[in-house]
């Protein structure tokens, strides 16, 4: 499954099982500009990924496999890899501890 926003990640994370979680930091939208209407511009997002990551600690919202973290952030990435790592439940494996 595919979500493309922050808030629906959470809500995927609170109503199904999920196994696996690939995460980008850099959430937002691309949209047209109103002047144009062809130039594409980047409209970035508080509720990022770590945001995500934020969330998934506070309300104990883990996938069944330790979560993925790809980005073009690298700081961002390795702040989220940072938090996944010392707050997730997972085991030297990558499965979630029972």
Do not use: F
């Amino acid at each position: 499954m595919l979500v493309k926003t922050a808030r629906a990640c959470i809500e995927i994370l609170r109503t199904e099982q999920v196994e696996q979680l690939s995460l980008d930091h850099d959430l937002g939208e691309v949209t047209n500009s109103p002047i144009s209407g062809l130039t594409e511009r980047y409209v970035p997002s508080p509720e990022d990924g770590s945001w995500v990551v934020r969330t998934m600690i506070q309300e104990n919202l883990w996938p069944l496999l330790k979560p993925k973290v790809h980005s073009a952030n690298p700081p961002a990435a390795e702040r989220m890899r940072g938090l996944i790592d010392r707050y997730g439940p997972y085991g030297p494996d990558g499965r979630r501890k029972p």
